[in-house]
Every structure is written in C-alpha cells, then in structure tokens.
C-alpha cells in the first residue's frame, strides 16, 4: 500500500511564504510525476504545479515566478516552495504521484490528504 504524506501547510500573511513537503511511503517501486494541486473555497481542484522523474516542470500560469516545485528522487518526497504568496492562493492543497507499486504492475495516482494553507491580509 502506498502512502502520500503531506506537511508545511498554515496561515501566512500576503507576502510571505510556505513550504509544503509530501513523502511517499509503502510498497513504491517507481514514481513517474509528482504534483501539487489547489482547491480553493468553492472551487474545483486544480493542477498548481508537476514536476517529472527527471526534473522537468510545469506550472499553472498565476504561480509562475512565485512558487518552486523540486523533487528528491532517493527520498521520494516532493516540495513546494510558495513565495509572495497572495489571497486568492488560499486552498487546501493536495500532493499526488503517479506511482508504480511493482516492475509490471500498472501506473496509478495517489493523493495525499490535503493540507491547509490561508493567506491573511
């Protein structure tokens, strides 16, 4: 069984910043990408940021040049740097992976638990 963890989440004023750290635990042969997704009040759940196995990144274009997304490959954890961080960045923010438990078992997400970020002005 594969486990997401996730931490760094809490309440930081407009301007400050966050990281948001997530490891993977459990039965994890290989990870493929590794992502940050937001779902702010009332709103949907959405890709903020992804990072794949061999470093390269994609991000949703409101967090461009604020947020950093960095993997290490050997601990199987995933960061999010979130810096000037603004109002409208308030969200539970979720960490997924696309995950392979075995050699030639399939590639299937997992998501951690969520975590709680509030930007105050």
């Known amino acids: 069984q594969v486990q997401l963890v996730e931490s760094g989440g809490g309440l930081v004023q407009a301007g400050g910043s966050l990281t948001l750290s997530c490891a993977a635990s459990?039965?994890?042969?290989?990870?493929?990408?590794m992502g940050w997704f937001h779902q702010p009040p009332g709103k949907q759940r959405e890709l903020v940021a992804a990072?794949?196995?061999?470093?390269?990144?994609e991000y949703v274009e409101s967090v461009k040049d604020r947020f950093t997304i960095s993997r290490d490959n050997s601990k199987k954890t995933v960061l999010l740097q979130m810096n000037s961080l603004k109002l409208e960045d308030t969200a539970v923010y979720y960490c997924?992976?696309?995950?392979?438990?075995?050699?030639?078992?399939?590639?299937?997400?997992?998501w951690g638990q969520g975590t709680q970020v509030t930007v105050s002005s």
């Open positions: 997924a992976a696309n995950i392979k438990e075995s050699m030639r078992g399939p590639l299937s997400r997992h």
């Open positions: 459990g039965t994890v042969f290989s990870i493929d990408v």
């Open positions: 990072i794949d196995s061999d470093g390269n990144t």
